[in-house]
C-alpha cells in the first residue's frame, strides 16, 4: 500500500496549491480519503473528508470555503485545492484513507 502525497511548496499569502494524493495497492475508491495537517510544534488537526464515490466532503472550520477536496478514482488520486492560504495553513499535510493507511506527508509553508 502506498499513498505518496505532492504538490506542497512555499507560497505567498492569498496564494493557491493543489496537493495530490496518488494511492496504490488498495481499492482506492472503495474507501473514505482525508487529509490532516500538522503544524509546526501542534498536534494533528482534521482538515477535510470526501467520501469513496467523490460527492460528499466535510472540512474544518479553520479552512471551509478556502479549501476543496476532490478525487478522481479513475487515476487513484486525491486532491487537496487550497485557496486564500494564511500562514497559519502551514503545516505538513497528509492524506489518509479510512483503512488507517496514511501518505508520508507534504510540506506546505506559507510565507512572504
Known amino acids: 500500500v502506498q499513498l505518496v502525497g505532492s504538490g506542497g511548496g512555499l507560497v505567498q499569502p492569498g496564494g493557491s496549491l493543489r496537493l495530490s494524493c496518488a494511492a496504490s495497492g488498495f481499492t482506492f475508491s472503495s474507501y473514505y480519503m482525508s487529509w490532516v495537517r500538522q503544524a509546526p510544534g501542534k498536534g494533528l488537526e482534521w482538515v477535510s473528508e470526501i467520501n469513496s464515490g467523490g460527492d460528499n466532503t466535510y472540512y474544518a472550520d479553520s479552512v471551509k470555503g478556502r479549501f476543496t477536496a476532490s478525487r478522481d478514482n479513475a487515476k487513484n488520486t486525491l486532491y487537496l485545492q487550497m485557496n486564500s492560504l494564511i500562514p497559519e495553513d502551514t503545516a505538513l499535510y497528509y492524506c489518509?484513507?479510512?483503512?488507517?493507511?496514511w501518505g508520508q506527508g507534504t510540506q506546505v509553508t506559507v510565507s512572504s
Open positions: 489518509a484513507a479510512s483503512t488507517g493507511y
